[in-house]
C-alpha cells in the first residue's frame, strides 16, 4: 500500500493509505482510534450485537504495519479501547497480540475521552508528548488558541514551528459519491482517521472540522492509493 509524503512543521512524514502516519526520522508509527473491544461495549450496555471480530481485524491490520517498518516507537492517540472495562475484556488471543506487540518496542498510550484510565498493558502513558517539533495529543486545540501555549514544561525542546497532531474526530471525506476516512491537515495541526474497525466518522464538511482547520487545509484520503485533495467544507 502506498503512501503520500509531505512535510509537517519541518518534518517529512507519510500518510500511510491503511490509516497510519509514518516518521521516518524517528522510525515512529502512530495510530488513532482503535476502539478496541467496541462490539463487547456495546452488547454489555444494552446494544445490538455486532460480530465480535473488530478487535482482531484492528490488532492485526496494525501488526502488519509493524511487521513492514519495523517503527522503533508506536504512539496509539487516545481511544484505543471503546472504555476503560474494554481493556479488560479483549479475548485471550487478542490481549496476546497486543501484549506481544506492546512488548517489543517503545509503545506511548495517549489518554483519550473512553480509555482516560491506564491499559494494563506495557507502555508509557501520556496526555501530551512532545518529540522535537510535534505534539502529540487527542483532541486538537480550539483554532483560536495558541499551540504554544499547550507545551508542558516537561516536553522536548523545539526550536522550529510547532505541529500537533491528533485524533478523536474520526474524520472522513465524501468525494465523488463515496465517503473514505481522510488525514486532515494544515500549517499547525493534523488530524487523524480512526484506525479502528467499527469506527464511524465525521464528515470534514461539519462544523466541527471546517471551523478548526485553515482554510487552505489539505485531505488525505487513506485506501490503497493515498488521494491528496483540498479539504471539501
Known amino acids: 500500500m502506498s503512501a503520500y509524503s509531505f512535510s509537517f512543521a519541518g518534518e517529512p512524514l507519510q500518510a500511510l493509505g491503511a490509516g497510519a502516519l509514518w516518521w521516518p526520522a524517528q522510525q515512529l508509527l502512530c495510530v488513532s482510534d482503535l476502539h478496541l473491544a467496541k462490539s463487547e461495549r456495546q452488547l454489555r450496555r444494552g446494544g445490538s450485537a455486532l460480530p465480535p471480530y473488530d478487535s482482531r481485524d484492528t490488532l492485526l491490520r496494525l501488526s502488519q504495519l509493524i511487521d513492514r517498518y ?4 508506536v504512539i496509539c492517540l487516545g481511544d484505543s479501547f471503546d472504555d476503560d472495562a474494554a481493556a479488560r475484556a479483549l479475548p485471550d488471543a487478542d490481549h496476546a497480540l497486543l501484549e506481544r506487540l506492546t512488548q517489543t518496542r517503545r509503545w506511548i498510550w495517549i489518554t483519550g475521552n473512553h480509555d482516560p484510565a491506564p491499559t494494563g498493558f506495557d507502555g ?3 496526555d501530551t508528548l512532545q518529540i522535537g517539533p510535534l505534539l502529540f495529543r487527542h483532541i486538537a486545540t480550539p483554532a483560536d488558541t495558541p499551540l504554544s501555549h499547550t507545551v ?4 522536548d525542546a523545539s526550536n522550529g514551528s510547532l505541529g500537533e497532531i491528533s485524533g478523536h474526530y474520526h474524520p472522513k471525506v465524501r468525494l465523488r459519491g463515496s465517503s473514505r476516512p481522510a ?3 494544515d500549517q499547525q495541526r493534523m488530524i487523524l482517521p480512526a484506525f479502528g474497525t467499527y ?4 464528515c470534514s464538511t461539519d462544523p466541527a472540522l471546517s471551523t478548526l482547520m485553515a482554510p487552505n487545509a489539505l485531505a488525505v484520503l487513506t485506501g490503497q492509493r493515498p488521494l491528496p485533495c483540498p479539504m471539501p467544507r
Do not use: Y
Request: charge should be neutral.
Open 70 to 73: 519495523q517503527p522503533k516507537t
Open 124 to 126: 508509557e502513558a501520556a
Open 152 to 155: 508542558s514544561s516537561t516536553s
Open 183 to 185: 488525514f486532515l491537515m
Open 199 to 202: 469506527t464511524g466518522g465525521l
